[in-house]
Structures are given as C-alpha cells and as structure tokens.
C-alpha cells in the first residue's frame, strides 16, 4: 500500500510563515539546556532550605533523637519546677515558679542542640563531605547559615515539645498565634548562634574529643550564668554583668514575655540575638576553610 502524500499548506499560510502544529515538533529545549545557576544573595535561601529538609527528614526516618532528648526538659519541670513551687524559695513577683521555669527550660533544651553542633562539621571533614562542599560555588557564609538555621529547626521541635509538657503541667502559657511565632523565632535565632558558636570552636580545636570537652564545660555556665532559674536581681554583681553578655538571658528574657506575659525588653531582646546570630556566622564561616586543610 502506498504512503499517502501529506497535503500541502495553503497559499495563504505558507505566505504568513505558518509552521506545523506544535505536538508534531517536540521542544527539546528543557532537555539540552541546563537551568540557570542560582547566583548571588539567592545561594542562601536555597541552602538553608537544603539544610533544613535534610534535617527534617533525618527526623522522620529516626525519631529516637526527638525522644530521648524531650525526657531531659521534663525531668527540670517535673523535679526541679515542681519541689521549687512548693519551697517557694525563689521570688518571682507571684508568678508560679513553675511558670517562670518553663521559658528557661525551653531556651535550656534549645541551646544543648546547638552547643554540639560542630561534632557535625567534624565528622563530614573527616569523611571529606565538607572539603566537597567548600570546593561547590556556594559561598562558606551560606553554608554556615544553612546548617545553624537546621540545628534552629531541630530546637523549634524541641521547644513544642516542652510548651506541650508544660500545658500538660498546667503551665498559663499564651496560645496566641502571633506570639507562638514570636517564639519559633527567638528559638531559631538562639539556636543558630549557639551552633555558630559550636561551630567556631570546632574549627579552633579541630577534634571531636576537644569539642566535646569544650562544649560540656561551657553549657552549664552559660545556663547557671543566665536568667533561666532565677532574676538577675538575685546574682552577685559580677554574675550580673556575665548574665548581661550571655545570649541566653535574652532569650530567656523574650520567651518569658511572650509566653506567659511577663514584662520584656523584646526589641532589645530580638536585636541582642539577631546581631550574635550574624556575628557568629561570620566567625565559623572565617573557620570553615581551616576545617578543611
């Protein structure tokens, strides 16, 4: 059987250029063209999001790590926030100690997340997934500012877990949507300097066993040195001024007022944590290429 001869265009489309209907060409165009490379300030979104959806689903797959670091924080609240409210040994302005524990709690699980972080940045030098990621065109800053805003989304979890324990308590907690954010916040910005600061130190130390020992002498005075158990007015005077530079207190400061409505320096507080949060990026990611020699 012969082929049938496709019929021909008519004069007036082959004189306007008509071209055949586009599903009889196929555009390969997507297929042999690369995307265009993200450049610039768009680097660190993109990395961010990658860092925080690794951990993410790192969370998914084994939620063990979710549990056994939620008994820590009731242990305080059951123990410590319970016997504490019955002594009533502590004077709080006749706010339930139980109440003003709960914030400090939160700040507490958040920052024993972040203060080992660099253990993390160690172990992918040591596998030499770091030395592949400084050699990529994303800046180290990206990097740095990724990977502390994930240990950040790791911390959020941590503290609904606690915020839940506590309404279980019967903490009076505010369940306002816009203050619940303001927390989320707070606990991101907190957490991101403190796995900055874990960070930095990995890149001075260069050993897992020197952070480790580091990271363990350090967090209890960052605790106790802070607002998170009891008022500043309470400390000695050379306390105090530790407590005023410790990043902690102002966290502790702005989860206190905008949970359960004490007052606050909040625009101090959110500037305090914003400003250590860019400062502690800028002094891991001065170290990151030390990691990785």
């Known amino acids: 059987m012969s082929a049938?001869?496709?019929?021909?265009?008519?004069?007036?489309?082959?004189?306007?250029?008509?071209?055949?209907?586009?599903?009889?060409?196929?555009?390969l165009g997507l297929l042999?063209?690369?995307?265009r490379a993200r450049t610039g300030w768009r680097l660190v979104p993109a990395r961010v999001f990658a860092m925080c959806a690794?951990?993410?689903?790192?969370?998914?797959h084994d939620r063990t790590e979710l549990y056994t670091r939620a008994i820590q924080p009731a242990l305080w609240l059951l123990i410590f926030g319970e016997?504490?409210?019955?002594?009533?040994a502590i004077p709080t302005n006749g706010i339930p100690y139980l109440d003003y524990l709960a914030p400090g709690i939160i700040a507490q699980s958040a920052m024993f997340i972040a203060i080992f972080y660099g253990i993390m940045i160690i172990w992918e030098r040591d596998s030499g997934v770091l030395t592949k990621l400084l050699v990529t065109p994303t800046p180290r800053a990206a990097l740095v500012t990724g990977k502390a805003f994930a240990a950040g989304v790791k911390a959020v979890i941590q503290a609904v877990v606690v915020v839940l324990i506590a309404a279980v308590l019967g903490v009076a907690m505010t369940w306002n949507p816009l203050r619940l954010l303001g927390v989320a916040v707070v606990?991101?910005?907190?957490?991101?300097?403190f796995s900055c600061l874990s960070m930095t130190i990995a890149g001075?130390?260069?050993?897992?066993?020197?952070?480790?020992?580091?990271?363990?002498?350090?967090?209890?005075p960052l605790f106790f040195g802070s607002n998170a158990l009891y008022p500043v007015s309470l400390m000695p005077g050379w306390l105090q001024v530790i407590s005023k530079a410790n990043p902690l207190s102002y966290?502790?400061?702005?989860?206190?007022?905008?949970?359960?409505?004490?007052?606050?320096?909040?625009?101090?507080?959110?500037?305090?944590?914003?400003?250590?949060?860019?400062?502690?990026?800028?002094?891991?990611s001065s170290l990151m290429g030390r990691l990785a020699r």
């Open 4 to 27: 049938v001869p496709a019929a021909p265009l008519p004069a007036s489309a082959e004189a306007a250029g008509a071209e055949p209907a586009a599903t009889d060409r196929p555009d």
């Open 32 to 35: 042999l063209v690369a995307p």
């Open 54 to 60: 690794v951990e993410l689903q790192k969370l998914r």
């Open 83 to 88: 016997t504490f409210t019955r002594l009533k």
């Open 187 to 193: 606990v991101l910005l907190g957490s991101a300097f």
């Open 204 to 220: 001075v130390v260069l050993t897992r066993d020197r952070l480790m020992g580091i990271g363990q002498a350090i967090t209890m």
């Open 251 to 284: 966290q502790v400061d702005a989860l206190r007022g905008l949970l359960i409505g004490t007052k606050a320096h909040l625009p101090l507080d959110f500037g305090v944590l914003a400003l250590a949060t860019v400062l502690g990026i800028a002094a891991a």
